[in-house]
């Protein structure tokens, strides 16, 4: 596993400015593209038989393009697949996806979406239905979480279907120092749940440890992830899945229980004495350096955080672990020519002495945590000239040869369930079997299914900032008639 380093895709997606409402809502035309490609036009663009274009997201392109060039050899000729690279911000990613769209770009086959655009894409009529065959095999060899991401039902559709094909996902960990747990508190396991790190993170800064709990509290779509996740382990949620137009945040007292403990974990973290001063600011990036400079005893956080630690660690950069740097540093030492990862075993050993990973924490005690998934799947573009040829290409890409390579390469975990079992892939995850758990059906936590998720992720992300700040119990309405206002379509900018 290649560390990725901060890009923006770290939060699940990518961090960007935000635009309320539905792309249907924005009234895109080809005139209004600002944004190009190379080589092909913004809009209708004509295309090429046999030649299939796929649109991937800015960070995982090269490795699209990667695997794109195998199946085009493994095709025999049938199609060649070209790729192109979306910009880096998921919103710059979305809207240049629907002005294409909206302009009927007849060379756009293929497109990379990130998990929360399926049901915007596909009431706007934008992303063609997998067909059955082929949606009954990528469910039989996909994990449950990640197939979730990619059903939808329109106004047309009798049930759910799969629009999308996933190609790979994330999930968040609780990362923490076991070497202070060990000091500080006797023993090597962590909190099971949020009340519980709390409690112990007091009892460690009191002592005299470390006394920040690193998380994503800036306005962005971070703080959403951190919110749905917290949302979900306490019993709740934003929207009732069996219908989009229903927000579920105070729509009973069961479900305003629920809401109102997310809200109250939020703030207790954020105001916790010792709390780390800069988190209405913190994302995945100052998360991870919060932790390796030793502020930090806890920290949740996507598993890129573990290789950048291990090298960071080998570099001499972290001084908890300085015994890495020693008996290690020469591995690291020609960054043209880096370890393989099955040479890594020792040294991520070494670092797990010092700084471990484990479920993420859970609200309820003795229930497992439901963790939001991040992630990207691959669809076909309803402007498709050659679907059932962008189809074959697309099932070439999000094979387990091609999932391999992202997810090895790329740093992006697999959606297909036996590539967990697979040995180069253990070699270059060893938190690989936590990351599988928060992935299955019941414990992977979805954020809300709506062709309004980019309004109700604005709105929601605006109130809750700066985090902390508000009192839970006035939250809780605040929050639900937000949603309902994106819902509803009201104070959208066009």
């Known amino acids: 596993m290649r560390c990725k380093g901060d890009s923006a895709e770290n939060d699940g997606r990518s961090a960007g400015p935000k635009k309320y409402g539905g792309l249907k809502k924005l009234g895109l035309s080809c005139a209004a593209v600002a944004v190009t490609l190379p080589v092909l036009s913004a809009c ?73 655009w399926t049901a915007e894409f596909a009431d706007a009529g934008w992303i063609e239905p997998v067909p059955d065959e082929m949606a009954a095999e990528i469910k039989a060899t996909t994990l449950g979480g990640p197939y979730e991401t990619a059903l939808w039902k329109t106004n047309d559709d009798n049930e759910k279907r799969l629009y999308a094909i996933p190609t790979w996902t994330n999930t968040q960990l609780l990362w923490y120092r076991k070497d202070v747990i060990e000091q500080y508190l006797n023993r090597p396991t962590p909190p099971a749940t949020w009340d519980q790190m709390l409690a112990e993170n007091e009892e460690i800064r009191k002592a005299g440890g470390p006394s920040y709990i690193m998380v994503q509290g800036k306005q962005y779509e971070g703080l959403m992830v951190w919110f749905n996740s917290v949302l979900a382990s306490a019993g709740g949620q934003v929207l009732d899945p069996d219908d989009p137009n229903k927000q579920t945040l105070n729509d009973t007292p069961e479900h305003r229980a629920a809401t109102l403990k997310a809200l109250q974990t939020l703030k207790a973290v954020a105001t916790a004495p010792g709390a780390d001063p800069s988190i209405t600011n913190s994302d995945e990036s100052s998360a991870r350096l919060g932790m390796e400079s030793g502020q930090a005893t806890f920290e949740v956080n996507w598993p890129f955080v573990f290789p950048s630690m291990r090298s960071n660690a080998a570099a001499g950069d972290v001084a908890f672990l300085a015994d890495v740097k020693a008996e290690f540093g020469p591995l690291f030492a020609d960054p043209d020519n880096p370890p393989a990862d099955a040479e890594l075993a020792p040294v991520n050993a070494a670092v797990q002495t010092a700084f471990d990973f484990s479920r993420y924490p859970g609200v309820l005690p003795d229930e497992q945590s439901k963790v939001t998934l991040g992630g990207v799947n691959i669809a076909v573009a309803d402007t498709s000239q050659q679907k059932d040829l962008a189809f074959k290409a697309a099932a070439c890409l999000t094979n387990e040869k091609s999932q391999k390579l992202y997810s090895i390469s790329g740093g992006t975990p697999p959606t297909i369930a036996s590539i967990y079992d697979d040995p180069e892939f253990q070699d270059a995850y060893p938190m690989g079997d936590a990351i599988k758990a928060q992935l299955e059906t019941g414990s992977a936590a979805l954020r809300p299914a709506s062709p309004d998720y980019q309004a109700i992720s604005t709105l929601i992300t605006a109130k809750l900032s700066p985090v902390g700040s508000w009192d839970p119990e006035q939250m809780v309405d605040i929050l639900a008639e937000q949603v309902t206002k994106a819902i509803e379509g009201e104070g959208l900018i066009p």
């Open 44 to 116: 209708s663009s004509g295309y090429t038989t046999g030649t299939i274009n796929v649109y991937a997201p800015a960070d995982g392109a090269s490795f699209i393009e990667e695997a794109g060039n195998a199946c085009t050899a493994e095709s025999n000729g049938e199609y060649k697949i070209k790729t192109f690279a979306l910009p880096k911000a998921a919103d710059d990613q979305r809207l240049q996806l629907a002005r294409r769209l909206a302009g009927n770009d007849k060379g756009l086959d293929l497109m990379g979406m990130d998990v929360v």
